[in-house]
């Protein structure tokens, strides 16, 4: 792993084994992870909400391969992906998503266990799916045994009897819009209230999308995988088009066997 940006002095200068800069011809430590992605300070009028995608792409633009994204990732990517499991408060996905990709409760990890609490924060983030249908297998372990309770972010008029199966199941029902759908920037206030300050998304695409549609997303974690897919595959992002595109510079790229890991983020004060 090397770090390509910022650039630094020390980032310029050669390191043993060949390559450049600190880290280059090794791999990071969870720490030194943690550190390279770690949340904005808190203001001085205390903590707000800060919500973070994290996605991989192919070098066409594919977000997936035969509808699930492991295919285009890799062992880096997947530690980057536990690294910021380890430091959000929750983790906000589709219910397609969950369908899909299989979804598991976050577990505890050791090696995150003291800076957790230090942050604060419970032994890991809550799994909150954002589903208008509430079309969902109870009967899974990201419902009935997950190590924090679920979240499950609807709208005000979902089917109450999916609402009861839900809640039956050990999920938090979340009210977040007020028709049948999820409004994004009411459900990462409602997180909020409940002290989910740390957000993660990660997607899937229509999600990302309504997201970026509303102007809530603060930063993007985007892994470019050096492969090539073709077909039809989404973007990391689906959906209507937003009017004018939104702006993002870049904050930290890294790089491993290809791989570029790169942190994007809009401007605020915190940040």
């Known amino acids: 792993m090397r770090r390509l940006f910022p650039v630094t002095d020390e980032t310029a200068a050669p390191a043993p084994g060949g390559g450049s800069g600190p880290g280059a011809g090794r791999e990071w430590s969870l720490a030194e992870l943690a550190a390279a992605y770690a949340y904005p300070e808190p203001g001085p009028g205390g903590p707000v909400p800060w919500l973070r995608a994290n996605m991989v792409s192919t070098l066409d633009g594919a977000a997936q391969h035969d509808g699930r994204s492991q295919p285009i990732s890799s062992a880096t990517d997947m530690r980057i992906f536990g690294t910021l499991r380890a430091l959000a408060d929750v983790v906000i996905v589709g219910a397609e998503t969950v369908r899909k990709e299989g979804y598991r409760p976050a577990r505890a990890r050791e090696d995150f266990a003291a800076m957790r609490e230090a942050a604060g924060q419970g032994p890991a983030a809550a799994i909150a799916v954002v589903t208008a249908s509430l079309d969902l297998d109870f009967s899974l372990p990201l419902f009935t045994s997950p190590l924090v309770p679920t979240l499950v972010l609807t709208g005000a008029a979902a089917a109450p009897d999916r ?6 199941a050990g999920a ?17 206030r409602a997180l909020a209230d409940l002290g989910h300050t740390r957000q993660l998304t990660e997607g899937g695409p229509r999600l990302l999308g309504q997201m970026v549609a509303a102007g809530v997303l603060d930063e993007l974690c985007l ?8 077909g039809e595959a989404q973007r990391i992002a689906g959906g209507p088009a937003v009017t004018v595109p939104h702006r993002f510079g870049l904050v930290s790229m890294l790089e491993e066997d290809g791989f570029l890991f790169t942190r994007y983020g809009r401007a605020r004060e915190a940040y």
């Open 163 to 168: 609402i009861a199966t839900a809640e039956k």
């Open 172 to 188: 938090r029902v979340v009210t977040a819009g007020d028709g049948i759908g999820v409004d994004p920037a009411r459900a990462v």
């Open 223 to 230: 892994t470019v995988s050096p492969m090539l897919t073709a």
